[in-house]
């Protein structure tokens, strides 16, 4: 899928995953529920990602089990590589899929243990509203942790996200890039520590990767979010952490500059110098 695509307006989707507990002696249920929301104006990935909802829900797949491979989805869905593997990558978002090279995709159970059902996000379209919903709660968590952040920092976690960070710019594809990217705010987020916050935050991976993705070329990987993520890094070297947080609260606003100006959301008094 292309930046271009990802970005284009006026599409909308109302797609559901849903995550769901089971007790310890059903563990032959399936993972996914079977309902589904489908929208028949949603784009080929929406349309593949519910047939696979339908596939796992319906084929009475468990944890454990292999799904079939890219080949055969994209004969029995008659979609192109490309459509299956966004499928797929949203569905390992979700937990509900681990997908290893020459192994393929196998149903993982990653249910945070407790029923979820997932936020209705409009994942394929970015608005206003949603960034600033979504940028504003991650705000609070990876400024408002500083603390506990600064407490669970060790030399190997600080170099660990240095990495990340590398490997993120060495990257094939802005798509592969923000996944690195992801990475390195989970893993910051996972130094707070919480179990229950990074539940949630893993969650709602899917349109924080859309977040990370709108607007971003190779050069604004390369430059802005890779030095941003550096100078973050480098504030936690020092344990600045009034430096730290207006490096993370920065950054985190960044994307704005990829909304028209018409589409500007309510001013917060943050917003204001």
Same mark, same amino acid.
């Given at each position: 899928m292309s930046v271009d695509s990802i970005s284009d307006p006026d599409r909308h989707l109302v797609q559901q995953i849903k995550?769901?507990?089971v007790s310890n002696d059903n563990a032959s249920q399936p993972v996914v529920a079977a309902d589904s929301l489908e929208d028949p104006s949603g784009s080929a990935v929406d349309q593949v990602l519910a047939e696979l909802r339908r596939l796992i829900a319906e084929g009475g797949f468990k944890v454990g089990d292999r799904l079939p491979t890219e080949r055969e989805l994209c004969e029995r869905f008659s979609a192109s590589r490309n459509t299956v593997?966004?499928?797929m990558r949203m569905l390992k978002?979700?937990?509900?899929?681990?997908?290893?090279?020459?192994v393929g995709a196998t149903i993982v159970d990653q249910r945070m243990d407790r029923a979820f059902d997932l936020f209705s996000f409009n994942v394929t379209e970015i608005s206003?509203? %949603?960034?600033?919903?979504i940028q504003g709660f991650r705000e609070l968590i990876e400024t408002g942790a500083v603390m506990q952040i600064f407490a669970s920092m060790t030399p190997a976690a600080l170099a660990e996200l240095r990495d990340i960070n590398l490997q993120m710019v060495q990257a094939p594809t802005v798509v592969a890039a923000s996944e690195h990217d992801l990475r390195f705010h989970t893993r910051l987020v996972s130094l707070i520590g919480n179990k229950a916050i990074?539940?949630?935050?893993?969650?709602?991976?899917?349109?924080i990767l859309r977040i990370m993705q709108r607007g971003k070329t190779r050069r604004t990987i390369e430059g802005e979010t890779f030095h941003e993520h550096e100078a973050i890094l480098d504030a936690m070297e020092k344990r600045d952490g009034?430096?730290?947080q207006y490096?993370?609260?920065?950054h985190l606003r960044s994307g704005l500059s990829t909304f028209r100006? %018409?589409?500007a959301g309510p001013t917060r008094s943050s917003d204001i110098p």
């Open positions: 995550v769901f507990r593997r966004e499928a978002a979700f937990g509900v899929v681990e997908v290893r090279p020459k206003r509203k %949603t960034f600033d919903d990074l539940d949630v935050y893993r969650i709602m991976t899917p349109v009034l430096g730290f490096l993370m609260r920065t100006t %018409t589409e």
